[in-house]
C-alpha cells in the first residue's frame, strides 16, 4: 500500500506552506523541527523555545556554541535580531495561555477526534518524562501533527481511539503524514488532500474509519 | 548596611540540613547552579527532595549529586535523556522517588509558591494519567486540573550578574527557572559568574529584584565553551 510516500522533508515543506507570516511557531522537538528549513524567506515567523525564548535562529555552528542558548531539545541554537528571553513561567503562560498562532508536535497516536499520544507508550518499568509535551498540546491556537501516517509495523496512527496514554483531549486540529493530509474535529477525520498513489478509500482500509472525503474541496 | 554576597560557596550552603527540600535551577546544563551542587556533595546533607526540570545529565552537577546517594526524592518533568544514566540506574533500582510534573504546571506550581497563591485550575493534563486523582472543574466551558503551589526551603540557581542587594541579571535561556524558584523557597541562594557594584545594573532591566534573593556568591565565569562542547 502507498509505494509513493513523501519523504520527512517534503512533508515538512508542506507544513510550512501552512504558516502564515508574522505567525509565532512552535516547533517541537523531533521531526518538527525540520519545518524550520522550509519556511518561505518572505515571510516573518517567529519562533519559541518553551526554555524561554522568541525569535529562535538556526542552529548553532561549533564557533556559535553558547551553552546559555540552548533550545528545547537541548541543542545549542542562535538568536535572530528581535529576539527575547524570558523565564519558565512567562514561557509557558504564552503556550497554555494560548498566544501562540500554530505548534507543531510529532505524535505516536492522533485519534480521529483529536485526542492525542505523544509522551508514553505506557510499557511496564519504562522511566516516564513528558516535558512541555501536555502544555503544547492543549496551549496553541492551532495544533498540527506531523508523522508517518503508519508504524514501522503497518499500523495506522490516526486511530478511533488512543491506546496509549493521552498527552491532550481534543486538541489537535491537522495532521500532515507522508501520504495524506487530515482535518480533524468533532465530527471525525477528513482527507483534505493526498499525496503519490494514495486514495480515500485506501486510507479508509488502512485506517478503519470513515473517513469524511475532502479532497475536492 | 546591606550585604548578600558570601564569601564562598561552603559558607552558602552552611545551614542546609538533612532531609531539606531544594530546588534547583537549570533547563539541562544551561542555568544548572554546577558550583552549588559541587559545594552541595561536599556539604553532605542528605534525604533531599530536589525540584529540577530534570534528573540530571551526564555525570557532572545534578546527576553527580544524585549519584552520591543524597536525594530520596525528584520532582521533575523530564527525567529520562539520552545521558541520564545515573538516574535510570537509581530509579530502576528503587532508590529514588519520581514525581513527574508537566513542565509548564511544574513552572506554574513554583509560580504559585512565590507569589502566594492558594492553587490553581490549569487546563494542562486534563483527561491524562498525571491528573488522576486530581480535582477538576468546568470552568466557562473548558475542563481544568487543581493543582497546588510548590515552594521549597532552598533554592540554588545560577545568574550571570548581581549586586550586593541581590538584585540579578541572566544570561540568555540560563534564565529558565531562577526567576520563579528565587520567590518560592525560603532561602534563594545564586552563584554568579560576577557581583557588580551598586548601581551597575541598570534598576530598568534587573530580572529578579533582590527581596527575593538571600545569598549571592561570586564563581567567576561558569564554562570553557570548547570542554562544554564536547559534553553536551
Known sequence: MFAERLTRNEVAARVAQDIPDGAYVNLGIGLPTLVSNFLPADREVILHTENGMLGMGPEARPDQLDPDLINAGKIPVTATLGASYFHHGDSFAMMRGGHLDVCVLGALQVSQFGDLANWSTGEPGAIPAVGGAMDLAIGAKNVYVMMDLSTKQGQSKLVDECSYPLTGMRCVSRIYTDVAVFGLSAAGATVTQLFGDATVDALRDLTGLALIDGTSA | ?232
Open chain 2, 1 to 232: 548596611m546591606i550585604s548578600k554576597v558570601v564569601r564562598s560557596i561552603s559558607e552558602a550552603l552552611s545551614d542546609i540540613g538533612d532531609g531539606s527540600k531544594i530546588m534547583i535551577g537549570g533547563f539541562g546544563l544551561a542555568g544548572q547552579p554546577g558550583e552549588l551542587i559541587d559545594g552541595l556533595i561536599e556539604q553532605g546533607a542528605s534525604h533531599l527532595t530536589v525540584i529540577n526540570n530534570n534528573a540530571g545529565n551526564g555525570t557532572t552537577g545534578l546527576a553527580a549529586l544524585l549519584r552520591n546517594g543524597q536525594v530520596d526524592k525528584i520532582v521533575c518533568s523530564f527525567p529520562r535523556q539520552a545521558d541520564s544514566q545515573v538516574f535510570d540506574e537509581l530509579y530502576r533500582a528503587g532508590k529514588i522517588e519520581l514525581e513527574l510534573v508537566p513542565q509548564g504546571n511544574l513552572a506554574e506550581r513554583i509560580r504559585a509558591g512565590g507569589a502566594g497563591i492558594g492553587a490553581f485550575y490549569t487546563p494542562t493534563g486534563f483527561g491524562t494519567k498525571l491528573a488522576e486523582g486530581k480535582e477538576t472543574r468546568t470552568i466557562n466551558g473548558r475542563e481544568y486540573v487543581l493543582e497546588y503551589p510548590m515552594v521549597a526551603d532552598f533554592a540554588l540557581i545560577s545568574a550571570f550578574k548581581a549586586d550586593r542587594l541581590g538584585n540579578l541579571l541572566y544570561r540568555k535561556t540560563a534564565r529558565n527557572f531562577g526567576p520563579i524558584m528565587a520567590s518560592a523557597a525560603t532561602t534563594t541562594i545564586v552563584q554568579v559568574d560576577d557581583v557588580v557594584a551598586l548601581g551597575a545594573l541598570d534598576p530598568e532591566s534587573v530580572v529578579t529584584p533582590g527581596i527575593f534573593v538571600d545569598r549571592v556568591v561570586a564563581v567567576g565565569s561558569r564554562f570553557d565553551r570548547e570542554e562544554w562542547a564536547g559534553v553536551r
